[in-house]
């Protein structure tokens, strides 16, 4: 719960606003404990017979006016209080953002999307919930016990200490079975997330669920999800059905015990009827606050929790940051460097405990590519050819060796003109839901008609507009247009090359691609190219052949190294994956 | 788990309707199997509500009793009543509380399986039309609001009218000058409550809508960081997600401000009740016709009859939501499923041997536009056919029509002779199988993969499927070998390893026919890529097979290829004779396939 200290700085910046809503919330129990008071005169008064009609008239004025005041006060008591609290999530989800946007590729390789989402979502709106309605809850229920508890105390001590000592067991009683609850429901809604991941998988899979005509079995694994589903609501029922009755009956119980001794006492002499009344207004006035306190308790708990899983990722430090004394590269001529790079394999797995660290990779990688030339890279998959060229734009650092581009190493070079200086065309393309236009213009602050066109041109996406309603315009993803894989690695050529950068990589790129456009884009690349530092990853030899120097990476090593002929003389890895390619030609033939 | 992608299907939640009795007619079936229960759980909540109302009528009995009169021993009987009422509050409403849950629980089981059951057997036509989240949310949330309906609208509503009906009662019979003193603030309070509810209903839109943004902007950028950073525009999208934030931000400040409006003015109410049965209370006592314990008895029962009539706007919430929910379960039960099987299916002869034909085929998935233009073809039992053709000739659907996914609109399909049509679709599968294009994988272990949860496939038939087709290498090296878990989408599995795992599940179930959609991918490496084509052609050896090819290496190990050209067969015939012929095959041959051969 120490952690929730950290919501301090966030606080602190609305202080003053907390400070008033905190007196407004003082003047506002305290006058609200008034109006009990005001019933007992009239009451007494009424008992004796010895009321008059105008102060009768009197009396009525003044609880309209203790109401008014109250309400102005709670008026601005919530306004102040519960707007800080959005304006603290406010300000926390942007610190998350900002913070998501610079954290590295580790990280969310270990955090599912959905996790990332909830902590910006439920996690904030929990702790949302304590500082807004937590705080003035109990502030309210806090001021108001007090001001009640001292008038209680004045009018009569040992009824006033049945009501002190009896009515805070109800907000334990909260407490408990809300603990209890609250362990339960976890349960409960891990089992609805089973159930929800079942559906999902089975629907995303019906083809091949009905091709192997596994509706009945599916059924039958569904329905005892659901039955264990109901198990658990169930025992989550026993508990959280009984709260509520039970607050009344605890409440209700402190009434009769106060009707019972009260009444006594009036009996007695030692309390009058309109104390008895004004006992019972503090009672009525007193129960939701008491509650509210119990649920306090929870909202406290939950926040903690939440707050546990803001910090994870407000405290994280990026494993990529801009160096503090960072080199400027304005002018990028794109030559790149590698001295003895070696990447090891992040360890996610538990068995990789036994050994200390986890294994290379990549191992004692070096390479020069001069400014303007080619590099090709091929190699299983998995060889770490991908994690190679994400090296260069510090998707993440290596473990051994340096990356030096222009001769400095990269994790000098300011990060922002680095990552300038270069262009990928990933595995994958990563679209954004705007329109088409936005995309391709993705990466530059502001981009000319001409140089858009030129863009789609050399992409070939320029034949794609002409089917699309809006052309460019064109929006893309859930409400708009869906692109087939070749269309979106057509887009994220035109992003890269709208950069206009030093250094191009290819991952894979025209994979998507149909063989009559990929030879077009090809070509279209070569002119591009001209006068550029590119990398150009693929699966076979035939897209690599024209390269300036080609490496063949094996067991995360560089095994081979050379020009097309010179590796094809070598007789190994190469050799044999173009021979590979050669039969698999002439079998058909 | 991720809920969500599931999320961004609930902005279709259109407030309507709060009652509609042809919804409630359709979704009661599935109370009526509880009808007992329900009537015992709508009595035992009845009685909560009555018995609640006791206790300030014994506050009035004990103050112009005992109290004023000096008599203590009758205090005790009053303070026993008080207890009993209390005791018998408690009961009835936890036990109504337990019923009523329970009986929605089960409620929402039977609804969940039988909407699984029902969308699990609608055809393949209406899923792809419908997006998973979308049909995950009919099975969760809507079934969920129903339930709140059943178990806190329906009812709740029934038991705040109860309590006001009897607070009034009570009023009445005590005294009918207070209570109409009482009462007469009610309609204003009604007013404002009303009032309220329709401001808050377009704020709290405005809320989700906002929110809903939020998410999805948020979504986005987390999937894409990588490339957000790589272009380095990270700043731009902290802009974008700041004026996102503030309007979010904005639109609760607004839904503050009501509330803090609303709140007091209740309390005033309240407030202006008070006053007035104080002085016509004091009126009464001074005139004769009121007594103190009355007055006493009369301030708690109007502030208890304040609180049926501010839940009525959350109930009304409630009601409309299950409406809304209703109207969208109604609708995917009314969803017929196209294929359906036959009232009186007919039994295949035994042994299957896999013989198939078609007969004038004709089928398109817009009827108007047929994509198969009457195809007739035999394929002999055990032949390995091959079908190539240019993309958009027909060659998925045929496939389609095959495992009968879809039913053609003219013409016939046979196996052994017999209409698939007249088969019922589970006999029908048990023996064409087909493997699709995309290697499907669920969360589970390699072993569950295989064999899915079918319960007639041996550990001993599973291991002999994953060796055949090369696959047993791989799983036994993955720690827990067939035990392994995989995750949602086989996301730690390769599309190589997930390719194999979909052919060994092919295998395991050992049909007579087999369906192959075949793609070429390029992200699978040299090596493994001959582990698949190794494991194929063991999986065609010596069983009606089609192949939908696309790798230039799969035409090598069939028996006869087919060619499609915009729904026709133009070609029909070994590898070398359709060479020679020089026609359309010839010509694709070196358009398609020779092109592997460069480009892979």
């Known amino acids: ?589 | 788990m991720s809920r969500g992608s599931s999320q961004r299907f609930d902005d279709d939640v259109v407030m309507g309707k709060a009652y509609d009795g042809r919804l409630l007619r359709r979704m009661a079936p599935f109370v009526a199997p509880y009808g007992r229960r329900l009537g015992l759980a709508i009595a035992l909540l009845i009685g909560a509500a009555l018995s609640e109302i006791i206790p300030p009528l014994l506050v009035q009995r004990a103050i112009d009793g005992p109290i004023q009169s000096g008599e203590l021993n009758g205090l005790w009987g009053i303070f026993a009543l008080y207890a009993g009422a209390l005791l018998t509050t408690f009961t009835l409403r936890y036990s109504h509380s337990y019923l009523i849950n329970s009986i929605g629980q089960s409620v929402m089981m039977d609804l969940r399986i039988y909407l699984f059951r029902h969308i699990q057997q609608l055809s393949l036509s209406f899923h792809d039309r419908n997006p998973v989240g979308r049909l995950l949310t009919r099975i969760t949330n809507d079934v969920d609001a129903l339930n709140e309906f059943l178990t806190s609208g329906m009812l709740l509503i029934l038991a705040d009218l109860v309590t006001l009906i009897g607070i009034i009662l009570v009023m009445f019979l005590l005294n009918w000058r207070l209570a109409l003193i009482s009462l007469a603030i009610m309609p204003i309070l009604a007013l404002i409550v009303t009032i309220y509810q329709r401001v808050m209903r377009a704020t709290y839109r405005l809320i989700r809508q906002r929110l809903a943004m939020i998410n999805a902007y948020l979504n986005e950028q987390i999937s894409g960081v990588l490339v957000t950073q790589l272009f380095g525009r990270e700043a731009p999208s902290q802009d974008y997600f700041a004026n996102m934030s503030a309007d979010y931000l904005q639109a609760n400040m607004r839904s503050v401000l009501y509330f803090a409006i609303f709140m007091p003015t209740v309390q005033l109410m309240a407030a202006i009740a008070t006053a007035a049965l104080l002085w016509g209370g004091g009126v009464g006592v001074l005139g004769g016709w009121a007594s103190l314990g009355m007055l006493i008895a009369f301030v708690q029962y109007t502030q208890r009859a304040f609180e049926p009539i501010r839940n009525l706007a959350e109930r009304y919430t409630i009601l409309q939501a299950a409406m809304a929910s209703a109207e969208r379960i109604v609708g995917v039960i009314d969803t017929q499923a196209e294929i359906r099987d036959p009232d009186e299916p007919v039994t295949l002869p035994t042994p299957v041997r896999g013989t198939i034909e078609l007969r004038d085929v004709v089928f398109g998935y817009d009827p108007h536009e047929p994509v198969l233009k009457g195809i007739t073809l035999t394929i002999p039992a055990g032949q390995a056919v091959a079908i190539v053709g240019a993309t958009g000739a027909g060659k998925s659907s045929l496939v389609g029509l095959l495992a009968r996914f879809y039913d053609p609109q003219e013409g016939v399909i046979t196996l052994d002779g017999i209409d698939i049509r007249h088969l019922r679709q589970r006999d029908l599968r048990r023996h064409i199988a087909s493997v699709p294009q995309d290697p499907i994988c669920f969360s589970g272990t390699i072993a569950t993969n295989i064999r899915l949860h079918s319960t007639e496939i041996g550990d001993a038939q599973m291991r002999k499927a994953a060796e055949t087709v090369n696959a047993a290498t791989f799983i036994e090296r993955l720690p827990g070998g067939y035990g392994y878990e995989v995750r949602e989408r086989g996301a730690n599995l390769s599309l190589g390893q997930r390719q194999l795992l979909a052919f060994a599940r092919a295998l395991a179930f050992n049909p007579e026919v087999l369906l192959i959609l075949d793609e070429a991918t390029s992200s699978v490496d040299t090596a493994t890529e001959a582990l698949i084509q190794e494991a194929l052609a063991r999986m065609l050896r010596g069983r009606t097979s089609i192949v939908i090819a696309h790798r230039l290496s799969t035409i090598r190990h069939v028996d006869r290829i087919v060619v499609l050209d915009k729904g026709r067969v133009v070609e029909d015939g070994s590898h070398d004779e359709l060479l020679a012929r020089q026609g359309f095959y010839s010509r694709l041959y070196r358009l398609q396939f020779a092109a592997q051969q460069v480009e892979g």
């Open chain 1, 1 to 589: 719960m120490a952690n929730l200290r950290h919501l301090l700085p966030y606080m602190a910046r609305y202080r003053l606003s907390l400070l008033i809503g905190l007196c407004c919330a003082i003047i506002g129990a305290t006058v609200s404990t008034l109006s009990p008071y005001v019933l007992r005169l009239a009451v007494d008064e009424l008992s004796t017979g010895t009321i008059l009609l105008s102060s009768l008239t009197r009396y009525g004025g003044l609880l309209l006016i203790i109401a008014l005041a109250d309400g102005l006060f709670k008026f601005f008591q919530r306004m102040l209080i519960i707007g800080t609290s959005y304006a603290v999530e406010n300000d926390l989800r942007r610190a998350l953002f900002a913070r998501y946007m610079q954290l590295d590729q580790s990280f969310f390789s270990q955090n599912h999307t959905g996790d990332l989402m909830a902590r910006a979502t439920n996690d904030l709106s929990a702790i949302r919930q304590l500082l807004g309605p937590g705080i003035n809850g109990s502030a309210t229920a806090l001021f108001t016990f007090s001001a009640a508890a001292l008038l209680m105390l004045f009018v009569n001590v040992p009824l006033a200490l049945i009501v002190l000592l009896l009515m805070p067991l109800t907000t334990l009683i909260f407490i408990l079975v809300g603990n209890r609850m609250r362990r339960t429901f976890t349960k409960v809604q891990d089992q609805f997330g089973t159930l929800s991941t079942r559906v999902q998988e089975n629907f995303s899979g019906i083809r091949t669920i009905k091709a192997y005509a596994q509706e009945e079995a599916e059924l039958a694994v569904f329905a005892a999800d659901n039955a264990h589903y109901r198990t658990l609501s169930m025992r989550y029922m026993v508990l959280s059905g009984a709260l509520w009755p039970l607050m009344t009956l605890g409440l209700g119980i402190v009434a009769a015990l106060v009707l019972l001794v009260g009444g006594r006492l009036v009996v007695a002499g030692q309390l009058t009827i309109g104390q008895l009344a004004q006992f019972n207004a503090y009672l009525v006035m007193l129960s939701f606050p008491m509650i509210m306190l119990g649920w306090v308790v929870s909202l406290v708990q939950q926040a903690a929790a939440s707050m546990d899983r803001l910090l994870e990722v407000l405290t994280r430090k990026p494993a990529i940051t801009n160096p503090e004394v960072a080199i400027p590269l304005p002018h990028p001529r794109g030559e790149i460097t590698l001295e003895g790079v070696g990447v090891r394999y992040t360890s996610e797995r538990s068995d990789d405990r036994l050994s200390p660290r986890p294994a290379w990779m990549l191992h004692d990688i070096s390479f020069h590519v001069p400014a303007g030339s080619s590099l090709a890279l091929v190699g299983a998959t998995g060889a770490g050819k991908t994690t190679l060229v994400n090296l260069l734009a510090r998707v993440r650092d290596p473990d051994a060796g340096r990356v030096l581009i222009d001769g400095i190493d990269v994790r000098q070079l300011d990060l922002a003109n680095l990552r300038r200086a270069i262009s990928y065309v990933p595995q994958e393309t990563f679209l954004f839901s705007r329109s088409l236009r936005e995309n391709v213009a993705f990466g530059v602050d502001q981009a000319d008609h001409a140089a858009i066109a030129h863009a789609t041109t050399v992409s070939c996406l320029a034949n794609d507009l002409d089917q699309f309603p809006d052309g460019i315009e064109a929006m893309v993803g859930e409400r708009g247009l869906t692109l087939s894989g070749g269309q979106k690695q057509r887009v994220a050529i035109a992003r890269a090359v709208l950069r206009n950068p030093a250094i191009l990589v290819l991952d894979d790129a025209l994979s998507s691609v149909d063989t009559h456009t990929s030879a077009q884009i090809l070509t279209q690349l070569h002119e591009l190219l001209r006068g550029r530092t590119s990398i150009i990853i693929a699966q076979r030899a035939a897209t690599v052949r024209d390269a300036d120097q080609i490496i063949v990476l094996h067991d995360g090593q560089i095994a081979e190294h050379g020009t097309h002929n010179e590796l094809l003389q070598l007789g190994g890895h190469y050799t044999a994956m173009c021979r590979r390619e050669l039969l698999e030609a002439e079998l058909t033939d």
